[in-house]
Structures are given as structure tokens and as C-alpha cells.
């Protein structure tokens, strides 16, 4: 009997691990100006995170594969992995959204309302060495602070001889996107 039941629980296991991961999704509601709103959502499925926006004039935008899944932006399980939040003090809400990048990284990213364009675009991030991307390399485990104009990040670097160093980045609004600054 004993052997049958851990044939049945080897068999529950393997078909579990067999099953598709749980989809994830998530909302937020972003200030955009004027007294309108726009409904944010975030899934997660077989092609990664999807973030749509519906906008006020009823059209959807849409941004697919940012990461493999949502990850908290706070660092703690169940937290939420979008959030809407005015970054830069102008009344209007940034939409930042979290996702992970293999193998053990996470990429965040944030968007802003256009009123010319009448849509959300990207906000870059330009990194101490002048990189630009449209993202910032965030570690997956640790929590990405908020700041009035500024966003915090943590990562771990590995130098080519195995020696891990763990850094912490501050990016400051500049008016167009975010900058690390000097005041680390």
C-alpha cells in the first residue's frame, strides 16, 4: 500500500509541474489630467506580461512581452506588480509595471501620458555610464523605492572572476525621463 501511495503522489506531482503557471493580473486606474482616467491592466500568459491601457476615447494600446511574469514591486509576495503613481509632481500619473527577465532579474518600466499623442509612451532610463533604455535593471528580490522625483533601485552585479557586489541606484526625473544621479 505505501508504494501505491507514492505512485499516486509521484503521478499528482508530475502532472502538476506539467500544468501551465497561474496566470497573473493586475490594475490600476492612472490620473491623466482634465479629470480623466484611464484603466491600466497587466496579465501574464504564455507570451509573458501583456500592459494594456483603455483609453478615454475608447481606443486600447497595448505593450506585449515585458518580462516573464509580474513581480512586486514592494519585494513581498502578493504585493502588487503595477502601479499608478504621479513620479514627477506634474499632477499626472506614471504607470510603472515590474516583470522579471531570466534568469534571476527583474526589468522595470514606466510609462507616461502624452497629451499630443493622445496615449501612454515609454520613459527612459539613462544609467551612470549614459546607457539609455527603456527600462531599469532591477534585482528581483529587493523592493524598488518610491521618492518624491525619484525612483530607487537594488541589483547584484557578478565581475568575470565570480565576486558578486550589490549596488543601489537612485534616478532622478529630468524633465524628459529618469537619470541616475551622483548622490548614491
Known sequence: MPKFVASVLALLFAALAALPAAAQSVSATARIGAGQTVQVRATTGADGVLLEFLLPDGRSQSFPQLGEALVPLDGRPGGAGLVARDLNSDGV?????????????????????SPSAGEFVPITFTDDRDRT????????????????????????????DGRKSNHVARYRWNGQGFTQSTDN
Open 93 to 113: 500619473d506614471e504607470v510603472i509595471l515590474r516583470g522579471s527577465v531570466p534568469p534571476d532579474r527583474g526589468a522595470m518600466l514606466a510609462f507616461r501620458w
Open 133 to 160: 533604455n527603456p527600462f531599469a535593471v532591477v534585482d528581483a528580490r529587493e523592493p524598488v523605492l518610491f521618492h518624491p522625483g525619484a525612483i530607487e533601485v537594488q541589483f547584484e552585479t557578478t565581475r568575470p
